[in-house]
């Protein structure tokens, strides 16, 4: 049955997609990207350092990693705690002993809730990127657009406050947005977001109050998403980061360089039973030649010198 006339009426209806957020540009035909010093692979951890409200709303819906027994879920809320309180440490130990840089996206209340853990943070250097208010604050389709413009702006305002950085990157709890979330960050002074895992490069975006950069935080090579989502093995993780790495630098014999993304929670891999198979990875990644560690804001500006 043919479809209705109308159905092509869409007035955002183009080639490839349908809004007009971004030009459409495959990634093979881009122009190759070379990286400092002419490396191949731009590595790019990022540390989720996050709070789980014990008292969770679930507002749209529970988020991932969340509280899921009845109040008060201890269970799940201390083990949460456990990575700002210890598995963070041990991040902090293999990361230094491997010399790779690391990006850590901290939610604004855990800033607020544990001074010394935000002063580590300061004393390190290293970047920090605005993970919302919390992981109950989710930004979602139909959410008032002064309540998401109101959190935004707590969130952002308090987070450059307590930790001294003009903060300019952004992930959204769960990785979940509204339709006016990119122009809201855009209005906040943010340059890029992490939110849209569509691609493997930047790419430009565009809102209502100027360009924004999306850099594609995987999803796939997420430590909770690999061993408590799929229920693989800590191994398997590692497996599978070594995989992603070996493909990618295979295509950069044709392609230009890559970024390699890795998404990593201290409550997940900071665990002693799992610590290892970090510890494993960031040697094997930060001693191989064709890689470069880098912040994602450096790696973000980089790109654009190219």
């Known amino acids: 049955m043919a479809l209705d006339k109308t159905y092509l009426e869409y007035p955002e209806r183009s080639y490839g997609m349908d809004h007009n957020r971004y030009d459409w540009d495959m990634l093979s035909n881009r122009k190759p990207i070379i990286w400092p010093n002419d490396k191949k692979i731009a590595l790019w951890v990022n540390v989720g350092v996050q709070f789980f409200p014990l008292n969770q709303k679930g507002i749209?819906?529970?988020?991932?990693?969340?509280m899921t027994?009845?109040?008060?879920?201890?269970?799940?809320?201390?083990?949460?705690d456990y990575g700002n309180r210890v598995g963070i440490y041990r991040f902090f130990k293999a990361l230094?002993?491997?010399n790779v840089t690391s990006t850590?996206?901290?939610n604004t209340r855990l800033a607020e809730r544990l001074p010394y853990l935000t002063g580590t943070l300061?004393?390190?250097?290293?970047?920090i990127l605005c993970h919302g208010y919390d992981m109950d604050k989710l930004h979602y389709g139909g959410q008032n657009l002064d309540e998401e413009k109101e959190l935004v702006k707590r969130s952002l305002d308090g987070l450059r406050n307590l930790t001294g950085q003009d903060i300019k990157g952004w992930v959204s709890p769960a990785k979940n947005e509204s339709?006016?979330?990119?122009?809201?960050l855009a209005e906040n002074g943010i340059d890029y977001f992490c939110d849209w895992v569509n691609d493997e490069m930047p790419y430009n975006f565009k809102t209502k109050n100027g360009n924004l950069t999306a850099m594609p935080l995987t999803t796939e090579l997420d430590d909770h998403f690999i061993i408590l989502n799929n229920l693989h093995s800590a191994e398997d993780w590692a497996h599978q980061v070594q995989d992603a790495f070996q493909f990618l630098l295979q295509e950069t014999k044709t392609q230009g360089g890559r970024i390699l993304s890795l998404n990593i929670h201290p409550?997940?891999?900071?665990?002693p039973h799992r610590i290892k198979y970090l510890e494993q990875i960031l040697e094997y990644l930060?001693?191989?030649?064709?890689?470069?560690?880098?912040?994602?804001n450096t790696i973000l500006n980089a790109w654009k010198n190219n």
């Open 179 to 184: 339709e006016n979330t990119p122009d809201i």
């Open 104 to 106: 850590f996206a901290m």
């Open 267 to 271: 409550w997940v891999l900071g665990q």
């Open 69 to 80: 027994k009845p109040y008060p879920d201890l269970r799940h809320y201390s083990l949460r």
């Open 286 to 296: 930060g001693s191989h030649e064709a890689v470069w560690s880098a912040s994602s």
């Open 122 to 127: 300061k004393d390190r250097g290293n970047e």
């Open 60 to 66: 749209p819906f529970k988020v991932p990693g969340g």
């Open 96 to 98: 230094d002993k491997y």
